[in-house]
């Protein structure tokens, strides 16, 4: 078998996994100082349990199980005259009071479908016609762009698979994060593994990248082999909870992961300014059952979960959060009204995150349609009154600097502007 051959079949198997065929992490050059952090909620998240709209009647109605108490006037939760967060997301409601916590309501993929994997498909593509896209995800395109300002920019996939968001152009690896990464020994068997990779690149046109790659993980490695914080972190793992389908989580790890993975994600990025992008999904959110409320189910756990990830993944920052954006979003919400086993089902609009510090926070944008059945989609979900794509747009033109050719790159479909999203970022 010709060895290039053989090459691609053990990239395509997942067995070069470990050396990667792009740099995580690339020698000094000129920094990308601002890097993005995406984290996607697969299963579709409960935006009105992230958000609850406690002064309209009819979402107590609507949900005689699941709706979360209205706060008192004294309640930090009480974000507006309109909005109130849940009593689990209280690790990030720091950042709501420094301000550089915003959530766009109403939000999502312009293209109705309720399907988990046609969503997620469309949301990481950038598109809602797969052709479009011509086999990339948009953060692949946004890459591109960027390899044109700074020629050792790189993104960072984290999982054991590239997801569509980051597939593409520019050659990407996932790089498994989580408890022992670091640590890991290294047996007679992987030291001769990695002698027949050296022998099967010498003489090939990828050998400089190849030993490239492999000096780079070998620097992320050492970046993390101090990581003792999240080495001898309690173990914050939940047992499944009856009910729970993770079908739609599509392999992502679940929220009780998140920490240690968020300690070394900002370990990563202190380390190396040559990381622009980070692209991490956190599953468990198809809460069609037991999604309780504040004292029981499922879901008041995962956003704890949740949110104490990103609170350690802010902290950990330490400075480097100031130039950094952290965006979190879902492939749509759930249904209005709760169902007959205790939970909801798959709805449209849903609410996106928004934490860095230079979103302009303490805010929630959009316009909300209320609960009111004439103004609901099909008079059952929340609509999608901004596409996903105007605010991502808007957060990637301020951050990088790009112009409106490198954006139409990017996202080359068009959508229906909405406004007053110009003001998500400061300045």
């Not at 670091?182 to 190849?210: C, M």
């Not at 993390?224 to 972190?233: G, K, R, T």
């Not at 909801?344 to 609960?371: C, F, I, M, Q, S």
């Amino acid at each position: 078998m010709h060895r290039r051959v053989f090459l691609r079949q053990l990239l395509a198997s997942g067995a070069l996994l470990s050396v990667g065929r792009h740099s995580w992490a690339v020698p000094a050059g000129q920094p990308v100082s601002q890097p993005l952090v995406v984290i996607f909620l697969r299963g579709a998240v409960d935006g009105l349990s992230v958000l609850s709209p406690y002064t309209e009647a009819r979402y107590a109605q609507a949900r005689p199980d699941l709706a979360i108490a209205a706060p008192n006037l004294r309640d930090p939760r009480r974000l507006n005259n309109q909005f109130a967060l849940h009593p689990a997301l209280s690790s990030v409601l720091p950042y709501w009071q420094q301000g550089s916590l915003a959530f766009v309501q109403a939000c999502g993929l312009s293209k109705n479908t309720r399907s988990h994997f046609e969503a997620q498909t469309l949301m990481e593509l950038g598109c809602n016609q797969p052709a479009t896209a011509q086999g990339s995800g948009w953060m692949n395109r946004l890459l591109q762009v960027l390899l044109t300002q700074q020629q050792r920019a790189t993104a960072l996939n984290v999982g054991t698979v590239v997801s569509p968001i980051l597939q593409g152009r520019v050659p990407v690896t996932p790089f498994a994060l989580g408890r022992g990464v670091a640590g890991r020994p290294i047996s007679q068997n992987r030291t001769n593994y990695q002698k027949l990779l050296d022998e099967l690149y010498q003489g090939s046109a990828l050998e400089a990248e190849y030993k490239h790659s492999h000096v780079a993980r070998q620097r992320i490695l050492a970046a993390l082999s101090d990581d003792s914080a999240a080495s001898n972190m309690t173990s914050t793992n939940q047992p499944i909870l009856l009910g729970e389908d993770n079908t739609a989580s599509n392999g992502a790890p679940p929220p009780s992961a998140f920490v240690t993975e968020a300690l070394q994600i900002a370990k990563i990025l202190r380390s190396d300014h040559n990381i622009p992008l980070v692209f991490t999904d956190v599953g468990g959110w198809d809460t069609h059952v037991n999604q309780g409320n504040i004292s029981r189910g499922q879901l008041h756990i995962h956003l704890k979960q949740l949110a104490d990830g990103i609170s350690q993944l802010v902290q950990a920052l330490g400075s480097r959060y100031q130039q950094t954006t952290i965006m979190v979003l879902s492939e749509f919400g759930r249904t209005v009204q709760q169902n007959g086993t205790g939970g909801t089902d798959h709805g449209r609009g849903n609410t996106l995150w928004l934490l860095g510090g230079n979103v302009a926070g303490g805010k929630v944008y959009g316009e909300w349609p209320t609960l009111d059945r004439e103004h609901l989609f099909e008079q059952r979900d929340i609509p999608v009154l901004i596409d996903y794509r105007q605010v991502i747009s808007q957060i990637l033109t301020r951050q990088f600097s790009l112009s409106d050719n490198a954006l139409n790159q990017i996202f080359p479909e068009t959508w229906q502007s909405v406004a007053g999203l110009n003001r998500l970022w400061r300045g």
